[in-house]
């Protein structure tokens, strides 16, 4: 089934550990973003690639960094977590050139203790 | 930059009553489109409604309707006849049309209405 893979699906981590999550799409699709949820603050934009091999800083981009090596995978690394990045982290992507909509992951739950 | 306010954190419902949820957004742009997304308790964001700024009719899907004001910069959405299955955290989004590089293609969301529906 087509569609965008994240994981993992929830992780608790210690403050100050490393932790890179995934996210996959099998839908050629070229943009891909990453958007962390927290309650009363709606969804907001952390990192993007409108292409593979080219990323851009959204909104909230300290403590996280991106790579885009190849057109399906768009991994998100917290390189030192600090329990301010405690959310819910979605991937998604997009055929910017066809005007299509945003497909999203289910979500990772990251809890930073 | 543009922004979205959701005013409303939290709407209840009476099963087979209607609703509306509002949004307003600011931006200085001429061409845009706007979303409603629903967000169950699975986690998933689920495509509601979309609408095209350059259209002036309403977009309807189903029992889902949006009330655009492109003037007033407003952008509600209608749920008739609800169901139990409609309960969940509803988000307004906007996109920058065209096929604009950097930031100019990602989603701008408000903070969300959560939406009971009760018997």
């Known amino acids: 089934i087509a569609g965008i893979t994240q994981a993992p699906t929830s992780q608790i981590l210690a403050a100050g550990r490393r932790m890179t999550l995934r996210c996959t799409q099998d839908m050629r699709h070229n943009a891909m973003y990453w958007y962390r949820q927290d309650l009363g603050l709606g969804l907001r934009l952390i990192h993007y690639s409108n292409t593979a091999g080219t990323t851009g800083k959204g909104e909230v981009p300290d403590g996280y960094s991106v790579s885009r090596a190849n057109t399906d995978d768009f991994p998100l690394t917290l390189a030192s977590a600090v329990p301010s990045q405690t959310s819910v982290y979605f991937c998604?992507?997009?055929?910017?050139?066809?005007?299509?909509?945003?497909?999203f992951g289910q979500g990772t739950r990251l809890t930073v203790v | 930059a543009q922004t979205v306010t959701q005013s409303q954190p939290e709407m209840s419902v009476q099963e087979a009553e209607t609703v509306t949820l509002s949004c307003t957004y600011d931006?200085?742009?001429?061409?845009?489109?706007l979303f409603w997304y629903k967000q169950p308790p699975s986690r998933q964001m689920i495509l509601v409604i979309r609408q095209e700024a350059y259209k002036q009719q309403n977009a309807t899907e189903n029992r889902f309707s949006v009330n655009f004001q492109k003037a007033a910069k407003s952008f509600s959405l209608k749920i008739s006849d609800s169901q139990l299955g409609d309960a969940a955290m509803y988000f307004c989004?906007?996109?920058?049309?065209?096929?604009?590089?950097?930031?100019?293609?990602?989603?701008?969301f408000g903070t969300g209405t959560r939406l009971q529906v009760t018997l």
């Open positions: 989004a906007y996109r920058s049309a065209g096929l604009g590089t950097g930031t100019a293609s990602k989603l701008t």
């Open positions: 931006t200085s742009e001429s061409d845009y489109y």
């Open positions: 998604a992507s997009r055929a910017t050139v066809s005007n299509t909509e945003a497909f």
